[in-house]
């Protein structure tokens, strides 16, 4: 009698647990899906309560219909393995999987849209699938910072897409995979655009090397210490872009070099290499003409035009001030008009000291309008010899 009670208890007892699991791992999942949801509403501007948490149902119901119609769709494939025409089965399986998954995305976002606006139940999407779009997006406006308008669209519109598959997907696998599917698509995308995406990868990676000893993130470090920011990201964006400023000023002066002693070499007339190699010279300081307006249009998008000021003047070892100073002091009695041409021949030099970047090149390039600024002094009936004799008298007085 014990013994049959016994089998009857075990019996009743096997019996229950599946139906306890099950119940079990259905409560656990709805949990999962609350605290997910939890999260995601966090980051939305929604104050009404019966909103947020309306919201925050719509999305919990979202992971768990998800998992019901993803879980029923891996068990009919797994029962189907082993059959004569499994693949046949498996695409149809998947096949109706997908369109019930597709339908249950509409209606979803229709819940979604009724309690906010299209940039909050973006910010789901973007929960959903862990901020992905604006992360990888963010990333290849550091790797590439010169993208045309046009080009930014194609490459959000690309991130976009995918989301909306991967806010589906049912685990961090399958939603990465999207992505991962769509940055393809990019990158033919952007190498059909003359991007060499290899090249630029890399040189973004010694970007990201702040502990660098390279010259670019030296003086990136350098000067990003003098401007003032508030947002963390505004002030990475300005790094890295005066560290590939750098980059791209030490990978044209490398070119230039290359071709000007290519020339010195095939050319043995002293005076053909001469003309062949400034005409490569006359090239090249185009290139870095260009690129530094660039950089400069660039950079306005994230500081304001005083810091675009000191920026300039770091990357020149502030000789504009000090030469201009040295001007005021050589001839105190200049007019305004006169000061303010003095200043544009200065301003002149700095423009072309930002394409070196040696103290002695720059020096070269101020000495060079120095000289202009002296003989257009001198035509304003100045004797700058005297002027100078006069200054190192005064100098000497004060030392005294």
């Given amino acids: 009698m014990n013994t049959m009670l016994s089998r009857l208890t075990l019996m009743i007892l096997i019996l229950s647990l599946p139906f306890t699991s099950i119940q ?16 995601i509403i966090a980051s939305l501007d929604l104050f009404v309560k019966d909103k947020l948490l309306r919201t925050r149902d719509n999305i919990a119901d979202q992971y768990v219909a998800l998992n019901e119609i993803q879980e029923a769709r891996d068990k009919k494939i797994k029962s189907v393995e082993n059959t004569a025409d499994a693949k046949k089965q498996i695409e149809i399986i998947k096949k109706e999987s997908d369109t019930a998954i597709a339908k249950l995305h509409q209606s979803f976002l229709a819940k979604l849209s009724k309690d906010m606006d299209r940039e909050q139940v973006d910010k789901v999407k973007d929960g959903m699938t862990y901020n992905v779009v604006p992360l990888t997006f963010a990333n290849y406006l550091l790797m590439l910072p010169y993208l045309t308008q ?66 670019e993130i030296v003086e990136s470090n350098r000067i990003i210490t003098v401007l003032k920011f508030d947002d963390d990201a505004q002030k990475e964006s300005a790094r890295n872009l005066i560290a ?50 660039l950089f400069i249009r660039t950079l306005v998008m994230f500081v304001g035009s005083e810091q675009v000021e000191l920026v300039k003047n770091e990357m020149t070892g502030n000789d504009l001030q000090k030469e201009y100073s040295k001007f005021l002091a050589l001839l105190p009695d200049m007019n305004n008009v006169q000061k303010k041409k003095v200043y544009d021949y200065l301003l002149q030099a700095r423009k072309n000291a930002m394409n070196v970047l040696t103290s002695r090149d720059r020096e070269q390039w101020f000495a060079k309008y120095r000289g202009r600024a002296n003989n257009y002094l001198a035509s304003q009936n100045y004797d700058l010899r005297k002027a100078t004799e006069e200054l190192e008298k005064r100098e000497a007085k004060g030392v005294k």
């Avoid at 079990?24 to 605290?35: N, T, W």
């Fill in 244 to 293: 590939h400023q750098y980059q791209q000023i030490q990978e044209l002066l490398k070119e230039r070099d290359a071709k000007m002693a290519e020339s010195r070499a095939q050319i043995k007339d002293k005076e053909q290499a001469n003309k062949a190699e400034s005409e490569v010279w006359v090239r090249y300081k185009k290139k870095l003409d260009d690129q530094r307006d």
């Fill in 24 to 39: 079990a791992q259905e409560k656990s999942y709805r949990e999962v899906a609350k605290e997910r949801a939890d999260k």
């Fill in 150 to 215: 046009q080009q930014q669209n194609k490459i959000m519109d690309y991130l976009v897409e995918a989301r909306e598959y991967a806010m589906d997907g049912g685990s961090s696998k399958e939603k990465h995979a999207w992505f991962g599917k769509y940055k393809g698509k990019i990158t033919n995308y952007l190498t059909a655009e003359g991007f060499d995406l290899k090249k630029e990868g890399a040189d973004w990676a010694k970007r990201r090397n702040i502990n660098s000893s390279e010259l």
